[in-house]
């Protein structure tokens, strides 16, 4: 027997392997460009968030029937890609069907795989005519023109594609185990492909040979493809929804984190002991508060950028969205994910060190009317169905705004002049305040 396409194939395996972990250890490289971040703690409780909401997908029940057509969608595509162990195996050693040997259990192995592909592709025409014919509201707002469209459109058509190939190759394969064909062993039982077998039966054996090697060489190269585009495409979080909703908050939604050299002065003022003219040369000043840009985020922010699913369920919740201002939560992930992919360009042009380019996050990319939107509801983070704040991003960016360009609503810097002056937002000193018996 040739070699020749044993060799191919691991030739193909190596090149989309090797490309696989490039671009994994690029997106590794762009998450840790974030400001460090103690994610250190909780490790049970994080544990538990990962298994509830990742695996679990517990908050996309909300939403009862898409979330039975995602999880179909979702298990279908991990349980059927089980099947790469034997395609592997049998590209590497040139056998036909490996794991027959395990008799009745491959039977239903396979049975049960078909069933899953034939469900995945009545989702995704679901998905499809819910997304391009019923244009449902969420995904027609404008961060999802362009890319983002055709990026949602791309994968369900090739996961359409890779379930159809799938099953063409088991109908072509069952007919040649029918027609006693050598290499073609008795195994599998094909409960959806038995009904695409009659439109093959008429056929030369040297057609549905073809057919079968087309379909088997499409569906590796096809998956091999797809594990690649995931880097560019929304679709990361298959690979970053574990992960994300590991390392995310699990500390109530409500509690902003405190900046820790605004808390350390505020204590300083406070301290009747301490020289209010003294500086302290063991703490020096920080060098920007707030964020500007990409690399004034935490790695867990960036690495939600990577995440998001561009589902829209957080700025479909969003108070500020849904009463016409220009916030959406959604286009802050996918702007923040944009950025950073630009900052990576520029690392790789310039010898892996940045180059200042002129731009930043902070109004190149999300304007400050976006910024002062935000009611820090949280409505947000808590639709998010991986764990997701937006809001963390939004207020780095409104500290930069205040502390480093006193630039603020005027209502907003009336209100911290009050404060400041009087003790209270309003325009009264404490005496004319007081109540007297």
């Given at each position: 027997m040739s070699l020749l396409p044993n060799i191919v194939f691991v030739i193909l395996l190596c090149i989309g392997g090797g490309f696989f972990v490039y671009n994994l250890r690029k997106l590794i490289r762009n998450i840790r460009l974030g400001k460090p971040e103690n994610t250190s703690n909780h490790k049970k409780e994080r544990l538990k968030n990962m298994l509830r909401v990742a695996l679990g997908q517990q908050k996309m029940l909300v939403r009862p029937i898409v979330a039975v057509l995602h999880i179909v969608v979702y298990v279908g595509f991990l349980i059927i890609n089980i099947e790469l162990l034997e395609i592997i195996t049998d590209g590497i050693f040139g056998t036909?069907?490996?794991?027959?040997?395990?008799?009745?259990?491959?039977?239903?192995?396979?049975?049960?795989?078909?069933?899953?592909?034939?469900?995945?592709?009545?989702?995704?025409?679901?998905?499809?005519?819910?997304?391009?014919?019923?244009?449902?509201?969420?995904?027609?707002?404008?961060?999802?023109?362009?890319?983002?469209?055709?990026?949602?459109?791309?994968?369900?058509?090739?996961?359409?594609?890779?379930?159809?190939?799938?099953?063409?190759?088991?109908?072509?394969?069952?007919?040649?185990?029918?027609?006693?064909?050598?290499?073609?062993?008795?195994?599998?039982?094909?409960?959806?492909?038995?009904?695409?077998?009659?439109?093959?039966?008429?056929?030369?054996?040297?057609?549905?040979?073809?057919?079968?090697?087309?379909?088997?060489?499409?569906?590796?190269?096809?998956?091999?493809?797809?594990?690649?585009?995931?880097?560019?495409?929304?679709?990361?979080?298959?690979?970053?929804?574990?992960?994300?909703?590991?390392?995310?908050?699990?500390?109530?939604?409500?509690?902003?984190?405190?900046?820790?050299?605004?808390?350390?002065?505020?204590?300083?003022?406070?301290?009747?002991?301490?020289?209010?003219?003294?500086?302290?040369?063991d703490t020096p000043p920080p060098d920007k508060f707030g964020a500007s840009d990409v690399t004034d985020l935490t790695w867990v922010q960036l690495m939600n950028a990577y995440s998001c699913t561009e589902c829209g369920r957080c700025t479909d919740e969003c108070p500020a969205n849904l009463t016409g201002k220009k916030l959406s939560p959604r286009a802050i992930m996918m702007k923040t994910r944009d950025r950073l992919e630009e900052v990576s360009r520029n690392i790789d042009k310039n010898g892996s060190t940045f180059e200042p380019d002129g731009k930043q996050l902070l109004g190149d990319y999300i304007t400050a009317e976006e910024v002062w939107a935000c009611t820090t509801c949280n409505a947000c983070a808590e639709a998010c169905p991986i764990n997701i704040s937006p809001l963390g991003i939004i207020m780095q960016m409104r500290q930069y705004l205040v502390m480093e360009q006193s630039s603020a609503p005027t209502e907003l810097n009336t209100m911290m002049t009050n404060i400041e002056n009087n003790g209270a937002p309003w325009a009264y000193n404490q005496a004319d305040r007081t109540i007297n018996d």
């Open positions: 036909h069907r490996a794991f027959a040997g395990l008799g009745a259990s491959y039977n239903f192995l396979i049975a049960s795989f078909e069933i899953l592909a034939f469900l995945v592709i009545v989702s995704v025409v679901i998905f499809w005519v819910r997304r391009n014919i019923l244009k449902i509201a969420r995904f027609q707002k404008t961060e999802l023109k362009g890319w983002a469209k055709r990026d949602a459109s791309n994968i369900l058509y090739a996961e359409m594609l890779m379930m159809t190939l799938f099953l063409l190759m088991n109908a072509a394969d069952a007919c040649l185990q029918t027609l006693q064909v050598p290499n073609y062993i008795q195994a599998g039982a094909f409960p959806i492909s038995q009904w695409l077998q009659p439109l093959l039966q008429n056929l030369p054996i040297n057609i549905l040979i073809i057919i079968e090697r087309t379909c088997w060489w499409l569906h590796i190269i096809g998956i091999l493809c797809f594990l690649n585009y995931l880097y560019y495409s929304k679709h990361l979080h298959i690979l970053l929804a574990f992960p994300n909703t590991y390392y995310a908050s699990v500390g109530p939604l409500g509690a902003t984190p405190l900046n820790p050299d605004v808390t350390r002065e505020v204590k300083l003022m406070l301290d009747p002991n301490v020289d209010p003219f003294a500086t302290s040369q």
